[in-house]
C-alpha cells in the first residue's frame, strides 16, 4: 500500500497546494465535518446560524458563509494563528479554529474531525527491522518485520495499514523513535525527513511478534509519483536488520452490521487488503471483487468460494493509475438486491470516480461508501488524506 504523502522537494509552494485542494477539501467539510464548520460559523459569524458553509480554505484562514435567522445571508472570514506550513500543518491549524469555536460556546461534545483527531493521536510508533524477504511476484515483495518495539503490537482491522518510515535517501539511520506522531509529519528538515508511505499488514502473528507487508516495486521507473518510488527502491535493496518506524495501524473498513453484500475494489496496493477481508469474509456474505494489475503473473492466490465472484483487470503497458479498468468495472456491474458496502484501495483519482459513481448514480449512502486513495499518480492533485 503506497502514502500520498506529498515529496517535500517535488510540491509547489504551499500557497498553491492550498489552492489546488481548496475545491474538493471544502466540499469534504461540507459534506462530513457539518457539525464543524456549523460550530465555526456559530462561534465566529452568528450564532443563530443555519445552513453554515465552507465557501474556501486559504494558507491563512477560512472563509464561511451562513443564514441568520432573519434570511439574511452572511460571510465572514476565521484566519489562522498563522500562516500553514504545509497540507498537513493546515489540517492542524483548522481543527484548532474548531475546537476554539467549540469551546467559545461551551460546547462539550467533540466534533466528527475532533473526534477523529484524537484517535488518530493515539496511534502509537513501533521501532523495529526487517527479518526476512520474499518475492511473491515480479512486483510484489513481502518483507517481515519483527524485534524492537514490534512485540507490543496493537492491531487494527482487516485492512489495517500502517506508515513505514525508513532512514531518509542515502543514509542508514532512522531519524525518528518510538515518540513519533502525527504533528511530526510536516515538521521535518528535508534532509532529516524520513522516507514514508502507507502499507497494509498482510499478516500479524502475535505468537512470533512478526508481521508481514507487501511492498508494490512498480513504482521503480513507472510514471507515479517520486514518494513511492523511493519506498519501493527501499523495499527492492531491503537486507535482514535494516532499521524501519511503523506508526499505526489505521484502518477504514468497517461494514455496518446489516451488510448485505461486499464491494471491493483494488490496484496492486489494495490487493493485500483484499485477501485478508476475503478471508475473514462473514458466511452468507457475497462479494463482488475487482482486482486491477499490471500483468498476469501478478494475481495473488484469493479465498475461493460460491459467492465470492472475483473479476481480474489487466492494464498491460497503461502506466499505473492511468486506466479507467475499476472504474469501468463498477458502472457495469448488475448490482443485487439488499444493502451493499463498498470498500476500495487504489490510487487516489480512481478511488474519488468511483466514489462519486456509488454515491451519485448508484444512491448509496455515504456510511457505506469507503473508498481509500491509497497512492497518487504524479497527475492527480494532492490531497490531504488518504481516505476518500
Known sequence: MVSNEPDPVAQPPIAEQV????????EHYNAT???????????????????????AIHVDGLSLRTTARDGAHRDGWVPFSRAARSLTDLESLTLEV??????????????????????VDAIRTYVTSVIRMEQLTPIFRQITFG???????????????????????????????ASFSREDFGEFTDENRPVGAYYTVRDWRPEDGEMDMLFVLHGLGDDVHAEPGLSAQWAANARPGDPVALWGPR?????????????????????????????????????????EIGDDADRLPLPTRHDIHVTWSVRGDAPAGTSTLLTDAVQALDFPAGNVYAWGGAEARSMRTVTTHLRRVRGVDRARVRMVGYWRHRSTPVDLNTGD
Open 19 to 26: 489552492a489546488d485542494v481548496n475545491p474538493r477539501l471544502t
Open 33 to 55: 465535518y457539518a457539525d464543524a464548520v456549523e460550530v465555526i460559523c456559530r462561534a465566529h459569524i452568528a450564532d443563530d446560524s443555519r445552513g453554515a458553509k465552507l465557501t
Open 98 to 119: 474548531i475546537t476554539t469555536a467549540r469551546t467559545t460556546l461551551g460546547v462539550t461534545e467533540l466534533t466528527t474531525p475532533e473526534a477523529q483527531a484524537r484517535q
Open 147 to 177: 524485534g524492537g518495539d514490534l512485540a507490543s503490537f496493537e492491531p487494527g482491522g482487516h485492512d489495517q495499514f500502517i506508515y513505514v518510515m525508513t532512514p531518509p535517501a542515502g543514509r542508514t539511520e532512522l531519524t525518528v523513535d
Open 251 to 291: 484502518t477504514a473498513y468497517d461494514p455496518p452490521a446489516d451488510t448485505d453484500w461486499l464491494l471491493l475494489v483494488a490496484d496492486e496496493t489494495g490487493l493485500p487488503a483484499i485477501c485478508v477481508i476475503l478471508e475473514n469474509l462473514p458466511e452468507h456474505t457475497p462479494a463482488h471483487v475487482f482486482i
